[in-house]
């Protein structure tokens, strides 16, 4: 499926929103693999100027992701306990708590500007997180030649994705960074390994499957290749490039013993999500919290008392997204990496 784009390596940069970058994602699409930006938490205007930016910089394939959440169910009172249970921070940095909150992300599922920009732009690959769009937009990208990928975490999901005409699906493990891709965050969660995941999803569809979670080096990619899968996606393994958005907190934990405790957790955006411990994640989670405020809601929160606390010097509210192999992330250029991947990867070879 990606050789077909002219891709040259098994190698797909997550499009990790909010870090990814179009610098991130032209370097690694120039270096043989395939680039991703995350545009779910841009506004249409914000993630035309990134594809813009990013064709400027590659003539080459790269993946446009987008989030397909159901709208927020919003409930007042838990809302209300929320903002409650979290108002001590706020009176502690000096910031005024939040009468209310925002559903801060407008989903795909609702979002026709966003899909008629897409089609307009014409990306070579469209990735679906977190459920899929409606048939006639599936059909649309399918006329307009667009390639199609969506992420499951269970074979459930991938059938689905199967059953909906999508070109390959990105089996997420449990080990995997940031937001976990679950459809029906409510419902039940297997949390299957990448390479349980890989191996069920390889025998029991007909898809092409790209294996995601835990992933960091040339060695992973062959297990992974090894497994059945086509290609492997990394994103943890990206965040230390100096093309990525992550800023000095976010850097020195990833290179910091902190960076061996990652935990699945909901208490930031409301969905879950892989990432360093902090003290947000541990007050969120001790006994007697009550249940956070729905996705994206509960992230409006945690954004507007992270800015508050950052001014402060303190990062201790930060979503810092990473994956369960982040001790092993290195620093390096983006296409640098990709050179020492390809390496890894062909020693790695039987």
Not at 87 to 92: G, T, W
Not at 251 to 277: E, M, Y
Request: glycine fraction near 10%; charge should be neutral; proline fraction near 6%.
């Amino acid at each position: 499926m990606l050789k077909a784009l002219g891709v040259q390596l098994p190698i797909v940069q997550a499009p990790m929103a909010g870090v990814s970058t179009p610098a991130l994602a032209a370097a690694v699409s120039n270096s043989g693999g395939l680039g991703s930006l995350g545009i779910g938490a841009s506004t249409v205007a914000q993630a035309r100027q990134a594809i813009e930016e990013t064709r400027a910089l590659t003539s080459r394939p790269f993946n446009v992701n987008v989030f397909c959440h159901e709208p927020a169910r919003r409930d007042t009172e838990i809302e209300s306990n929320w903002l409650n249970y979290l108002a001590p921070f706020f009176l502690e940095f000096g910031i005024e708590t939040p009468a209310t909150l925002d559903e801060i992300y407008k989903t795909f599922l609702a979002d026709e500007d966003a899909f008629r920009m897409l089609l307009h732009e014409r990306p070579a690959v469209v990735s679906f997180h977190f459920g899929l769009p409606s048939p006639d937009k599936i059909s649309a990208f399918r006329k307009a030649g667009i390639t199609m990928l969506a992420t499951a975490t269970s074979l459930s999901e991938a059938k689905a994705i199967e059953a909906a005409g999508i070109d390959g699906i990105v089996a997420q493990g449990i080990e995997a960074g940031g937001h976990r891709g679950v459809f029906d965050p409510q419902g039940v969660d297997e949390r299957l390994s990448t390479s349980v995941l890989v191996r069920m999803l390889v025998t029991r569809t007909s898809l092409p499957v790209i294996a995601a979670g835990g992933i960091m080096d040339g060695a992973g990619i062959r297990a992974s290749l090894d497994l059945g899968a086509t290609a492997a996606q990394l994103g943890t393994a990206f965040i230390l490039c100096p093309e990525s958005t992550a800023n000095a907190g976010y850097r020195q934990n990833l290179k910091s013993d902190r960076a061996t405790i990652t935990r699945l957790t909901s208490v930031l955006s409301g969905r879950p999500a892989r990432g360093i411990v902090n003290r947000f994640i541990e007050y969120c989670e001790a006994a007697g919290s009550p249940i956070p405020a729905p996705y994206p809601v509960a992230y409006d929160l945690a954004k507007r008392l992270h800015a508050g606390a950052a001014k402060h010097g303190n990062n201790e509210f930060a979503a810092q997204w990473a994956g369960q192999g982040a001790p092993m992330a290195r620093e390096l250029p983006a296409a640098q990496l990709i050179k020492v991947l390809a390496g890894e990867l062909q020693a790695a070879g039987h």
